[in-house]
Antibody, heavy 121, light 107 residues
Framework: EVQLVESGGGLVKPGGSLRLSCAAS????????MNWVRQAPGKGLEWVSS?????????YYADSVKGRFTISRDNAKNSLYLQMNSLRAEDTAVYYC?????????????WGQGTLVTVSS | DIQMTQSPSTLSASVGDRVTVTCRAS??????LAWYQQKPGKAPKFLIY???NLESGVPSRFSGSGSGTEFTLTISSLQPDDFATYYC?????????FGQGTKLEIK
């Protein structure tokens, strides 16, 4: 059974940093591109970042987080990460990790349960 | 960036109704479109990929169609479990973008 479990969320002050983790199991993690998607309270889904299966092919970011967030992965540990720096109030959201279903253009077939990040003084 | 626009934003319907949600892309995305269902406090659930292909395990009352810039999600006979918010997503080009969502409410 595919499982994605996020952790690392919490309350942080504006300008602070946080590192999210996503532990993957039930599939060959190193074969899949992975993503972070966020959802502000009461709002819709916003794609945040994508990383290819081996990290070396591609990494993409939404303009809203470029230069502040860094996506990474450790295939040996079956884990995905999101380092978030210079956090702003508008980064407050539930952050989901999600697996891309196949190589090439592909949707997100499995999602974690999400971890809440609150940026507030 | 490709903008995805869903309509309507809210849809009131009854059990047994046939409903359709529309998603329009600001430029052609071929058939690189997915649909997701989300219930309050839960992660999105993957329903349809490549515009018209049903993910395994998704009930056959769900269907998708379209290509280019205009797409639809149809539920042929609403069931109580279907009342939720639905999102489209394009994966033609990064940044991958979602529609703003359509909330399906009980009439």
């Amino acid at each position: 059974e595919v499982q994605l479990v996020e952790s690392g969320g919490g309350l942080v002050k504006p300008g602070g940093s946080l590192r999210l983790s996503c532990a993957a199991s039930g599939f060959t993690f190193s074969s899949y591109s992975m993503n972070w998607v966020r959802q502000a309270p009461g709002k819709g889904l916003e794609w945040v970042s994508s990383i290819s299966s081996t990290s070396s092919s591609y990494i993409y970011y939404a303009d809203s987080v470029k230069g502040r967030f860094t996506i990474s992965r450790d295939n040996a540990k079956n884990s995905l990460y999101l380092q978030m720096n210079s956090l702003r109030a508008e980064d407050t959201a539930v952050y989901y990790c999600a697996r891309q279903s196949r190589l090439g253009p592909s949707p997100f077939d499995y999602w974690g349960q999400g971890t809440l990040v609150t940026v507030s003084s | 960036d490709i903008q995805m626009t869903q309509s309507p934003s809210t849809l009131s319907a009854s059990v047994g109704d046939r409903v359709t949600v529309t998603c329009r892309a600001s430029q052609s995305i071929s058939s690189w479109l997915a649909w997701y269902q989300q219930k309050p406090g839960k992660a999105p659930k993957f329903l349809i990929y490549d515009a018209s292909n049903l993910e395994s395990g998704v009930p056959s009352r769900f269907s998708g169609s379209g290509s280019g810039t205009e797409f639809t999600l149809t539920i042929s006979s609403l069931q109580p479990d279907d009342f939720a918010t639905y999102y489209c997503q394009q994966y033609n080009t990064y940044p991958y973008t979602f529609g703003q969502g359509t909330k399906l409410e009980i009439k």
